[in-house]
């Protein structure tokens, strides 16, 4: 199931109890767009997130953080393709 949601920062909170545990929706905040699962209210798993400057991961999540295999595209094309920990770029 995919659900688009536009809220702002504050509200997320709220939609996640809402929401169950582990759900795969649309979910936009802060101008970005992520499309993916989350688990106890946090991006984990699979999923893309669009940045407002337009530059989209794809890979694996945990803790809300771009980590274990994905891919950024950033918006002038050049991409960077490889393992992520915490948000860090390993290669």
Same mark, same amino acid.
């Given at each position: 199931?995919?659900?688009?949601?536009?809220?702002?920062?504050?509200?997320?909170?709220?939609?996640?109890?809402?929401?169950?545990?582990?759900?795969?929706?649309?979910?936009?905040?802060?101008?970005?767009?992520?499309?993916?699962?989350?688990?106890?209210?946090?991006?984990? /798993?699979? #999923? $893309?997130? *669009?940045? +407002?400057? &337009?530059?989209? !991961?794809? %890979? =694996? @999540?945990?803790?809300?953080?771009?980590? /274990?295999? #994905? $891919?950024? *595209?950033? +918006?002038? &094309?050049?991409? !960077?393709? %490889? =393992? @992520?920990?915490?948000?860090?770029?390993? /290669?």
């Amino acid at each position: 199931m995919e659900i688009l949601i536009r809220l702002p920062a504050y509200s997320c909170v709220c939609l996640v109890v809402f929401l169950l545990w582990k759900l795969r929706y649309t979910w936009a905040n802060d101008g970005g767009v992520y499309v993916g699962e989350f688990k106890d209210g946090r991006k984990n /798993g699979q #999923g $893309t997130f *669009t940045f +407002s400057n &337009g530059d989209k !991961y794809v %890979g =694996e @999540w945990a803790n809300d953080a771009r980590h /274990g295999q #994905g $891919t950024m *595209t950033k +918006s002038d &094309g050049t991409e !960077y393709t %490889g =393992e @992520w920990d915490n948000n860090d770029f390993l /290669g």
